[in-house]
């Protein structure tokens, strides 16, 4: 694309825009500021990579008008390099799908495929199943009956999303996810373990991206529910009845036990576990590692195991770090004590 035509697209998605320097020059590709070069656009957002920026060969950068004036390429001028370097990255990386129906693909007759819809070779789509235009199912998916899926959604290879459950609109779920699979619901009777049906559903909202062997569990009676905006790492599971709120996001390895409820607009970092039956309110941040054993009820940042707000977290790593020294002190102290008592 013409450099110009990129802020022009940029403009039609409500972008604030200033193009400073030629927009005639031709990009094909999104990379680093060291390993660019004429045809390909860069971004800038941290200052540490300052000189990287000023020795730039890029064909244009997208940056803050802060550093403009170290930039001697062709600059997009916005308030969020960031999140402008998203959407250009997605203009020149086009999703292509494709609506052909493969022939190796098995289709219920009774389900109903809106007449834009992909179905991949080896697919399964079983009975009720109803898939809304614009949508794509990748090879090896199988939908179990009753499913629902909206408009423009991909399901990429060998996902399995189990029966009667419920996805939105612009909803992709990576490939070997499983939704709707059976909860962890067992009751013990003299030793033995009982099966308790699952039978509630899974419904995800719009606008959400499930990554690569994710695991989502049915509810036990109720839903389990992902509400609209979220974002989900690979390899996170997500227990029976467990409820994530409107715009979380929740990075790689994590594991909620079954009816926890994430708050709106909270982020979990890699490998945070949650125990069982508890809630954890709107804007709260889990950092790696961390334990939630107990409701939040504050939003704020927190970390450790137990998870506890971050500043005293960090001052009892502090101290942890210390505690070699302290006992030798107090063991010190302890010696002179005793020297002092048999004195006296």
């Not at 709707?180 to 419904?203: L, Y």
């Not at 409107?246 to 949650?274: D, M, P, R, Y």
């Not at 790696?288 to 977290?313: C, D, L, Q, R």
């Amino acid at each position: 694309m013409k450099l110009r035509d990129i802020v022009s697209q940029l403009q039609q998605l409500g972008v604030k825009v200033d193009l400073i320097g030629s927009g005639e020059g031709d990009i094909q590709s999104v990379s680093g500021l060291n390993e660019s070069n004429e045809t390909s656009i860069s971004f800038f957002k941290d200052k540490k990579y300052l000189s990287s920026l000023e020795k730039t060969s890029a064909g244009a950068v997208i940056l803050d008008s802060a550093y403009q004036a170290s930039c001697h390429v062709p600059m997009i001028v916005v308030q969020n390099p960031y999140y402008v370097y998203a959407l250009v990255a997605q203009l020149l990386n086009p999703v292509k799908n494709t609506y052909n129906r493969h022939p190796d693909a098995s289709i219920n007759e009774s389900a109903q495929l809106a007449e834009k819809v992909g179905v991949m070779a080896q697919a399964v789509i079983q009975s009720d199943v109803i898939i809304n235009t614009g949508s794509v199912i990748g090879s090896g998916a199988i939908i179990e009956e009753g499913v629902s899926i909206g408009k423009n959604c991909r399901i990429l290879s060998n996902v399995v999303i189990s029966h009667h459950c419920v996805i939105g609109d612009n909803v992709t779920i990576e490939a070997g996810a499983v939704i709707g699979g059976d909860g962890f619901g067992w009751a013990n009777h003299e030793g033995t373990w009982v099966k308790i049906p699952q039978v509630g559903r899974v419904v995800i909202g719009n606008n959400v991206s499930i990554g690569n062997n994710v695991c989502i569990d049915r509810g036990a009676i109720d839903d389990t529910i992902i509400e609209d905006n979220c974002i989900i790492d690979n390899m996170v599971h997500i227990a029976h009845n467990v409820k994530i709120g409107e715009g979380s996001a929740i990075a790689g390895q994590t594991g909620f036990a079954g009816s926890t409820t994430l708050g709106k607009n909270c982020t979990v970092a890699g490998q945070v576990g949650f125990s069982g039956h508890l809630s954890v309110t709107d804007n709260t941040h889990l950092l790696a590692k961390s334990g939630v054993t107990h409701s939040i009820n504050e939003p704020g940042v927190y970390s450790g195991f137990p998870a506890i707000p971050v500043s005293e977290w960090q001052k009892n790593s502090v101290r942890a770090r210390n505690l070699d020294k302290m006992a030798k002190k107090v063991k010190a102290l302890q010696k002179q004590i005793d020297e002092l008592v048999d004195k006296n």
